[in-house]
T-cell receptor
């Protein structure tokens, strides 16, 4: 059974800092890994998608890496801003018994960036 | 472009009342559709998924059911709500040519 763990559970930093969020998963048989952002009371916004054959993806100040063999991914946020405050969720796409796919989520990292 | 709609945004229902949450997708055809629930202090849990009209699979036994009457419509229902059904319900889709997931804005359900 696939399990996804995110560390730390919460993080508070001053504006401008570079930071790293960690995600680990127990089964390396994944199709891809996706990082999401969730604002309080809102749905999920996709940030980055890394295919299982890829090592990293970048979008603006965000960079996500994937080491499938070791079951790890990191999300790097450069020059953090108060608007980055949110919960960040890591999810891996894995197979269902029926052969179709599903996302398995970590419990998230709650980030607070103070001005 | 593809969009996903969910409604209502919030719902307060008494125990024992019925439930119907709707999700529709635009701009794609034959998507894989999913219902997830996020309970307070817990991660997102897959409830149901559907690969086509009338094809529903359940991940966990529960008080809820799902239906897919049209290609781009996914409905989550209950005949009698329990307190434990409270949570944040999210609909998601994954198209055949896409490998990423897109989520709706969610429904906050409080059962009182």
């Amino acid at each position: 059974k696939q399990e996804v763990t995110q560390i730390p559970a919460a993080l508070s930093v001053p504006e401008g800092e570079n930071l790293v969020l960690n995600c680990s998963f127990t089964d390396s048989a994944i199709y891809n890994l996706q990082w999401f952002r969730q604002d309080p009371g809102k749905g999920l916004t996709s940030l980055l998608l890394i295919q299982s054959s890829q090592r990293e993806q970048t979008s603006g100040r965000l960079n996500a890496s994937l080491d499938k063999s070791s079951g790890r991914s990191t999300l790097y946020i450069a020059a953090s801003q108060p608007g980055d405050s949110a919960t960040y969720l890591c999810a891996v796409s894995t197979h269902l018994n029926t052969g179709f796919q599903k996302l398995v989520f970590g419990t998230g990292t709650r980030l607070l960036v103070s001005p | 472009s593809q969009t996903i709609h969910q409604w209502p945004a919030t719902l307060v229902q008494p125990v024992g009342s019925p439930l119907s949450l709707e999700c529709t997708v635009e701009g794609t055809s034959n998507p894989n559709l999913y219902w997830y629930r996020q309970a307070a202090g817990r991660g997102l849990q897959l409830l149901f998924y559907s690969v086509g009209i009338g094809q529903i699979s359940s991940e966990v036994p529960q008080n809820l059911s799902a239906s897919r009457p049209q290609d781009r419509q996914f409905i989550l229902s209950s005949k009698k709500l329990l307190l434990s059904d409270s949570g944040f319900y999210l609909c998601a889709w994954r198209g055949w040519s896409e490998t990423g997931y897109t989520f709706g804005s969610g429904t906050r359900l409080t059962v009182v």
